[in-house]
């Protein structure tokens, strides 16, 4: 009983769905953005993306980042069987993706492990600072991606969405509508309220996202594997 507990602690925490559309920012989209959107705010950011050395995270679409010192893992809303719903079958569902979003710590610890338990060595993972490295070497998980991003955000208040316009170091830029639903929330809502924003903002070219093109350039074989297991 103590055990359902916890665990249903644990797994309530630190968890969200974040439903986006991603597209090319033409100068006109920018204008357009400029103009019926309030800029929010301008930041930088260094991602490092970690998998095992036979990408046993990423060919299950598990994405486990360190970003501003902070750990997140996305993986698919499928997973814990909250499928899709028919309403969701629209168009506006088909360009966005979604994915849940997972920023508490011990509990990225243990979905990693369950999903890598066969390469993992028999021992606690540690939640301390001093262990948080640790943890890596004991999944084995090493640093396949990394670059820096400098992102302008805005915001159509009406729509309760956010637009960022990021431009990664290694030469890609790339526009994103998101809307973050809290665990439960109404994603049909998060997906109408982007087609919205998509239709205000005009004609959108649908385009890759940064670790997409990153692997694409960097890692060719792991990319097409992943196309052809059909993750990306
Ligand atoms: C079109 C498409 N893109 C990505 C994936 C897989 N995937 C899901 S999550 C994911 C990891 C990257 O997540 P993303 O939201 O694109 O990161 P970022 O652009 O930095 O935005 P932020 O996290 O700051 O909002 C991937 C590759 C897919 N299956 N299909």
Not at 12 to 28: H, I, N, Q, Y
Not at 38 to 62: E, I, N, S, W
């Amino acid at each position: 009983k103590v055990i359902i507990i916890v665990s249903y602690i644990i797994l309530s925490t630190g968890m969200s769905v974040e439903v986006e559309r991603k597209f090319l920012c033409s100068a006109d989209t920018l204008k357009t953005l400029e103009e019926i959107g309030a800029c929010v705010g301008q930041r930088q950011f260094h991602d490092q993306y970690f998998d095992t050395p036979k990408f046993g995270l990423t060919l299950r679409d598990m994405w486990l980042r360190k970003r501003k010192g902070c750990w997140e893992l996305k993986c698919p809303t499928t997973v814990d069987g909250s499928e899709e719903t028919s309403g969701e079958k629209s168009k506006a569902a088909g360009l966005c993706t979604r994915y849940k979003e997972i920023t508490n710590l011990p509990e990225i610890q243990l979905r990693v492990k369950e999903v890598i338990k066969d390469v993992c060595e028999d021992s606690e993972t540690g939640a301390s600072e001093e262990e948080e490295e640790s943890w890596l070497s004991k999944m084995n998980l090493v640093c396949f991606a990394e670059f820096t991003t400098e992102r302008r955000s805005f915001t159509l208040q009406e729509e309760g969405v956010q637009i960022d316009l990021d431009q990664a170091d290694f030469g890609y830029h790339v526009g994103e509508i998101e809307v973050l639903v809290p665990d439960g929330g109404d994603v049909q809502s998060a997906l109408e309220k982007i087609e919205r924003t998509a239709q205000k903002l005009g004609e959108l070219k649908r385009v890759e996202g940064k670790i997409n093109v990153y692997l694409r350039r960097k890692h060719p074989e792991h990319y097409a594997k992943l196309l052809s297991e059909h993750v990306l």
